[in-house]
């Protein structure tokens, strides 16, 4: 039977705890008072003595927050800065996380503590696999042996290493950031410029705001959120930023327009509308 684990890291001197929940079973989280223990003690004067709780089901869990008035904050760690919030009073807020961390205010800093759900079912081949008809088009078209992949992890990097207040890398900076690397070589900031416009054009089709006249950038700042919120870059493609010779990124098939710089690669752009109809790519998923 799949277990949701509660991790409490050392506190004040206290041990670690780890409290295991199969489905059906609750833990309360607080300071704890006489007559009303708890099962997770956070010892902090900020904290209300019955905060929350936790309640495990099949594949997930709940949270509900006691209080009555301070907000919790469920993040997920491996989502680039994804979190929720957890308003006072509400009862049984489902957590769709594998492992997320609860965040409770304080004077001195956030407490927090770490739960770690069942991992997710998920179905096998998809069910348009085996129904009738024209197959589905894929939404985003992206190669990640291409060299505006590797522009666009490099424009997500600081997100998904959880700065979220880390401004959005300008084209230079991007330009840096892959300088001697093995599948861009000495990529110019204009063949950047030219990458991210390909990329918020053809493969994110990111649509200019109304107010963008005084956000100059807007279409990197659309890039990031659309790359984020969608799931096209995560973590695991960061290994791709300081991928050594045997691990290079290429795509010899396709050459960027002449940018300042040497071995500039790149998807080829023929027309206003790029080398083929936007997201005709096809797949049965």
């Not at 760690?77 to 919030?85: C, H, L, N, S, V």
């Not at 959880?162 to 000495?186: F, K, N, W, Y």
């Not at 390909?198 to 990111?206: E, P």
């Amino acid at each position: 039977m799949a277990s949701v684990l509660v991790h409490v890291p050392e506190q004040r001197g206290r041990s670690p705890l780890t409290v295991e929940l199969t489905p059906g079973q609750t833990a309360r989280f607080g300071r704890g008072a006489p007559g009303c223990p708890v099962d997770i003690e956070l010892d902090d004067p900020a904290v209300p003595r019955l905060a929350g709780e936790l309640r495990a089901t099949e594949d997930y869990w709940q949270l509900s927050n006691l209080s009555t008035g301070r907000s919790y904050l469920v993040e997920n760690p491996e989502g680039a800065g994804e979190y929720f919030r957890v308003a006072p009073r509400r009862l049984r807020a489902p957590v769709p996380f594998e492992f997320a961390r609860v965040v409770l205010p304080t004077r001195t800093g956030p407490l927090a503590f770490q739960v770690f759900a069942p991992a997710h079912a998920y179905l096998e081949g998809g069910a348009d696999a085996v129904l009738d008809g024209a197959a589905t088009l894929t939404p985003f078209s992206l190669d990640e042996s291409a060299v505006y992949f590797l522009v666009l992890v490099a424009l997500c990097e600081a997100r998904l290493r959880d700065e979220s207040t880390a401004a959005i890398p300008t084209a230079r900076q991007v330009a840096e950031r892959l300088h001697g690397h093995p599948s861009a070589g000495q990529l110019s900031e204009q063949a950047v410029s030219f990458h991210l416009d390909y990329l918020a054009r053809h493969k994110l089709r990111i649509k200019q705001p109304g107010d963008s006249g005084r956000r100059l950038d807007w279409r990197r700042e659309g890039l990031v959120n659309a790359a984020l919120r969608f799931g096209l870059v995560h973590e695991a493609h960061l290994p791709l930023l300081t991928a050594g010779p045997g691990q290079a990124c290429t795509d010899p098939t396709v050459t960027s327009p002449a940018v300042t710089g040497p071995a500039v690669t790149g998807p080829a752009v023929t027309g206003p509308t790029g080398p083929g109809p936007a997201g005709t790519d096809r797949s049965t998923a």
